[in-house]
């Protein structure tokens, strides 16, 4: 591998422990000409709220934002599939130069009428906010004539990052909650929580809602995995919001903390250490109900015993390996590397698309010497970290794997296309299950490999 | 039952796509870019489009696609992206070093007016331009066509840039192969190859986007028509377009500026498609059809005859880009099948007449339609049923749904591997489509016979 330079504007946002003193530069735009991983805007605002199930999801502008976006998230529903469609205003030349206006308002009546959605979003794309249709009023006219919530998501993508796409989704959110209540007649726990940031990707918000359930907290909504608006609207009523995904979901968090005084806790559902934490940090929070800590602890110590055997003996094959992360968010790099060590492996290079500075202050507490910490990698930093670092393993999303796989080492995705679940106890195990199969796989005697 | 949304109830709708049946231009434009070697493709909007477009296309190829971004903030999409042009010009050339960079726009620049050739020339004029490397340009508004257009207009600027006449012709075609798959390029090669023949096939994305495990990363793949043959396009003795829609452009241009004469054909999907393409290839260069090309129309054709008594009568939906859905239409036909549900998202008029034509003689009654989508083809199968679904993996929802059996052809295609190493272009690229049109209908007679049908011979 030759040696690539590095563009010079970057080189404060990647940082190897140990060698110099701490200055990581992030939260920045990426520089034009850079082959960044980020999305945009309107990524960040349809990927929070896709997995609500019963609302109309409506794109406005041409055809590609809607189609490159159709049903590529696994965010599984246990009923209404109405999310997985894939709804357009696509619009032509004539839309632009005309405005796109009574386009969206037609689409929206036909699609209300049709299907009786509980609520609707529409997001406005890069071109609706440049030829300025006027999305709210459109929306507010909607909502008045067929009864139901029609919000507009302010996506346009040249806006800002993908962070504040999901500040758009978040303000979305904000407007539905304290619209509606929950059944109080029936014998409902008072220990109410909502999950913010989990996405229920592979049916992970399945696992992590029967955990809360079994330790006698209800789980008023989740947001947004496998999602129902009429949840959501009373989301208002739990006493504790806990947040997952930290850089999508803390904005709403923060949002009902000072209009409903609902405080928040984060946590990671990632990694035996972590999920434990988060629901001992639930049962901390109901301490005037004793039952919720004494369950947290026997749901930990069996769920734990059920795992920790295939745990240890996956530990010891892949003892030593070494691990590159690469990820949208670098809260879920925190888990990804505590449970990496617990499967014996050393993460040698971790980034994130979109971390902050507290995120990456925290990333180096956590990591070995030696560690690359990136913020806004492009492939060829990756690649050449992957070499220097001889990493085994590359943990990241859709554009990361075939370069992982063309330089011969393993990949496991923790992005949009997991099939099987990671959360939760059972989640370590299929994760260190899946990262055994690819380190370990027998192709990779057969492949070239330059390290 | 994923889309028991859909109804067989047909309303006329004309503000709401859903379901698309296309995607947009820039990613028909990044896909025809990186079929020149050395070319970083640079999308001239805002960070999602791009990152949306190399996400797709590493689904669908599975293999890493590089691609820049003028990454537009606010500032720019007011201001202009001049600023951000110039600036990722000279980030590229200085830390990547393409030889080629090619431009496209998004909906986005388009709307606020950006003049690529006058930022290009800035450019230039400071200095951001090594000397012997390139940038060419298109212009791909998103809410104007389709990935097809995109990447029409794409070939075209390669055109338009780089193609030299110079008063003399080489004994070399130029082949304009299409929006197919890198496969279908190689096999294009291989095939002009077979009879003799010169040829310089643009773009040309194989071994780049079907390129060996090799243990490293390369950002440039060896893949790819390079630019020195670009440039000699102008002094072939002639032109194949293959795909109207794709290639015609790009192919007219060529005759418009350097005087190469040009034929436009379909794309040689099938055994009439495949026949017109060896012949013009013959009597264009000059050459004879050597035994070896014979041999494997003889196969396909041996296949068509052994098994012709599962084809007859079968009705068949087809979703997909106007020029393969052309072609395929007629090889459908000619084997007896009947596409009696037609519908590409691409818009454009002359395609229905295109289809009505070919399908003239069909018993049955014939649904085509341009910018339609794939709701509405849904439920046409509602109202009338087939046998067989031909496809984009999105028709696989339909296909599970309606319990049709289902082959993959088209882009993208983001469940199944293949498409880009054995081709479907030429007569061992229909071999091969046939193959996969027995198998479905095939493996469906074995699952659905009763005990005492189920046949050992087939």
Redesign the interface.
């Known amino acids: 591998m030759t040696a690539i330079h590095i563009l010079k504007e970057r080189e404060k946002q990647i940082y190897e422990k140990g060698s110099q003193p701490f200055d990581l530069t992030c939260d920045k735009h990426s520089i034009a000409g850079s082959i960044s991983q980020r999305a945009c805007v309107f990524c960040g605002s349809r990927v929070v709220l896709y997995p609500i199930a019963d609302a109309l999801h409506l794109v406005h502008g041409p055809i590609g934002c809607a189609a490159y976006t159709w049903d590529i998230r696994g965010a599984l529903s246990s009923g209404p599939q109405l999310h997985r469609f894939s709804f357009s205003t696509d619009l032509k030349e004539k839309d632009v130069i005309f405005g796109g206006e009574k386009k969206l308002y037609q689409a929206l009546n036909t699609l209300i009428d049709t299907y009786s959605p509980k609520a609707a979003f529409v997001y406005a794309t890069c071109i609706v906010g440049i030829i300025g249709d006027d999305v709210d009023s459109i929306c507010k006219k909607m909502s008045k004539e067929k009864g139901i919530p029609v919000l507009p998501v302010h996506s346009e993508g040249f806006k800002g990052t993908k962070k504040d796409g999901y500040k758009a989704a978040c303000e979305a959110l904000f407007k539905l909650v304290g619209q509606g209540s929950i059944n109080h007649d029936s014998e409902t726990s008072k220990f109410r929580i909502n999950i913010l940031g989990e996405f229920n990707i592979g049916g992970e918000a399945w696992i992590i809602k029967n955990y809360y359930e079994k330790i006698g907290v209800q789980v008023v909504s989740v947001m947004t995995g496998d999602s129902r608006i009429d949840d959501i609207k009373s989301a208002h009523e739990a006493s504790l919001n806990v947040v997952q995904c930290s850089g999508s979901m803390t904005t709403l968090a923060k949002m009902m903390k000072e209009k409903y005084d609902i405080p928040f806790i984060r946590v990671s559902y990632f990694g035996i250490e972590d999920v434990s934490k988060a629901l001992y940090d639930v049962s901390a929070h109901f301490k005037d109900n004793p039952q919720i800590l004494e369950n947290t602890k026997k749901l930990v110590s069996s769920e734990i015993q059920n795992i920790y055997p295939e745990l240890q003996k996956i530990k010891k094959a892949l003892f030593g390996k070494k691990a590159a992360i690469y990820v949208g968010g670098a809260f879920k790099a925190f888990s990804l590397i505590k449970a990496l060590r617990l499967i014996g492996m050393d993460v040698v290079l971790v980034g994130s698309q979109t971390g902050d500075q507290d995120d990456y202050k925290m990333l180096k507490e956590l990591c070995d010497d030696g560690t690359v910490i990136v913020d806004d990698a492009n492939p060829l930093e990756l690649s050449k970290y992957i070499v220097e670092k001889k990493a085994d393993l590359v943990i990241g999303g859709v554009k990361e794997r075939p370069i992982a796989y063309k330089m011969g080492i393993g990949f496991c995705d923790h992005n949009h296309e997991r099939k099987i679940p990671l959360a939760g106890f059972i989640g370590m195990l299929n994760f260190a299950k899946e990262v055994y199969a690819t380190v370990m796989s027998p192709v990779w005697k057969f492949a070239p490999r330059h390290l | 039952m ?1 889309l ?2 859909t109804t067989d109830k047909i ?1 006329e ?8 049946a ?3 231009q ?2 028909g434009a990044m896909y025809a870019s990186l079929g020149i070697r050395g070319c970083i493709p ?1 999308s001239h ?5 791009y ?6 296309l ?2 669908h190829y ?13 500032g ?2 007011v201001f202009g992206g001049q ?3 110039i ?6 050339f ?3 070093s393409p030889e080629v960079i090619a431009v496209h726009t ?3 620049s388009e ?2 007016g950006d003049d690529i050739p006058q930022i290009v020339k800035k450019a230039e004029a400071e200095g951001k331009i090594p000397k012997g490397k390139y940038i060419i340009h298109t212009n791909t ?4 066509g ?1 990935h097809v257009t995109g990447f029409s207009n794409m070939t075209k600027s390669m055109v338009d840039y780089l193609s030299q006449g110079n008063g003399h012709k080489e004994k070399c075609i130029n082949i304009i192969p299409g929006f197919v798959e890198p496969s279908d390029m190689e096999e294009i090669k291989r095939i002009t190859s077979e009879l003799g023949i010169k040829s310089i096939v643009f773009p040309d994305t194989s071994n780049v986007l079907n ?1 060996p ?7 440039f793949p060896k893949g790819g028509v390079t630019v020195e043959d670009l440039k000699k396009t102008g002094c072939s003795i002639g032109t194949l377009a293959l795909g109207r829609l794709a290639s015609g452009a790009a192919a007219r241009a060529l005759d418009t500026k350097c005087k190469v004469p040009c034929e436009l054909l379909d794309l040689p999907i099938g055994l009439e498609a495949t026949d017109t393409f060896i012949d013009t290839l013959r009597q264009v260069a000059g050459v004879h059809v050597p035994d070896s090309i014979n041999i494997e129309r003889g196969q396909l054709l041996d296949i068509i005859c052994d098994m012709h008594q599962y084809f007859y009568g079968k009705k068949v939906g087809l979703v997909g880009d106007p020029d393969q859905l052309i072609s395929l239409s007629k090889f459908l036909i000619s084997i007896d099948m009947w596409p009696v549900h037609i519908v590409t ?1 691409t818009p454009g008029k002359k395609f229905e007449k295109r289809i009505r034509e070919i399908t003239k003689d069909s018993p049955y009654k014939v649904n085509v339609k341009q910018s339609g989508d794939m709701f509405l083809f849904h439920q046409w199968i509602k109202n009338e049923p087939v046998d067989l679904l031909i496809g984009n993996t ?1 028709v696989k929802y339909i296909a599970r749904d309606e319990d049709i059996p289902f082959v993959r052809f088209g882009f993208p295609i983001l469940d199944r591997v293949g498409h880009s190493f054995f081709p479907t272009v030429g007569y061992r690229g229909g071999m091969r489509l046939l193959e996969k049109i027995l198998d479905a209908l095939l493996d469906r007679k074995d699952r659905d016979s009763s005990e005492t049908e189920f046949e050992l011979v087939m």
């Open positions: 994923l028991r949304h309303v709708r004309h503000a709401l796509t859903v379901n698309p296309k995607t947009c820039p990613i640079h909007g805002s960070q999602g489009c990152a949306y477009h190399r996400s797709t590493t689904r599975k293999e890493p696609v590089i691609a820049a971004t003028s990454s537009f903030t606010e720019s999409s600023a951000n042009l600036q990722a010009i000279d980030n590229l200085t830390i990547y998004t909906c986005l709307t606020i508004p998103s809410y104007v389709s390129g495990m090799t243990g490293k990363y390369k950002m998202g999105y």
